[in-house]
């Protein structure tokens, strides 16, 4: 028979036991879900069996673990940022330390491991840092644009290059089925490498639209150590919040 939603159950997968927490909802499918802290939440239907939910757990067990053990691998995340002088911010992979200025006309400068930040008033810091790292965004992301595209070429994937910035919570990139490609300003904070992999991960999609078994078959080919380059890009820069 069902039960109430809520309250700490596990589920026996090998000799492992795996703590879940089970959610009830008017749908009608079961759905397993590892949260960014690595819990587990079940999202079941209102009559759905409790039994049933634990077998549907156990029977994910190997899934679930090795999305924890992924998840393990990232840094942890980073305090809210707050635009004062000594926080740690990276720009093209390397890291500098934000430094306000207020003698200065307004604007960013890198110098010798330092972001120099010059502000009318220290409360305007975000929005000069922001402006400056979308600018730089739009410049280095239309130059890697260049190189992808030919380097993309030769596997018979064509693209206008052309492209839009917007602030995105959980993607450095998308491309629309009409070709329309946007880039997360923050890719900017990343090494070259790494932009080039975002960058040739979506023009991949003009020909393979869908994460299918055909569109990492073509990624592969055209960038044959993309896991390695997107490993290195998730634990250097942290999707904005």
Known sequence: MPKGSGGARTAQYGMTRIPYTLKRRARRTLSIEVQPDGSVLAV???EAPEDAVELKV???GAWILRQQRELAKLPPPLPERQYV???SWRYLGRQHRLRLLTDEPEGV???RGELLVAVRTPGRAE???ERWLRSRAAVVISERMEFCLEHAAHFGIS???EFSLRRMRTQWGSCTRSGKLTFNPRLVQAP??????VLLHELCHLTEFNHSAAYYRLL???LPDWKRRRERLNRLVELPQ
Do not use: F
């Not at 070259?192 to 992999?197: A, F, G, L, V």
């Open 220 to 222: 592969g080919r055209v």
């Open 85 to 87: 002088s000594g926080e």
């Open 44 to 46: 079941a239907p209102l």
């Open 192 to 197: 070259k490498e790494c932009i080039d992999y």
């Open 159 to 161: 693209h206008s290059g």
């Open 127 to 129: 929005q000069v840092v």
């Open 58 to 60: 156990a029977k994910r």
């Open 109 to 111: 400068r890198v110098v």
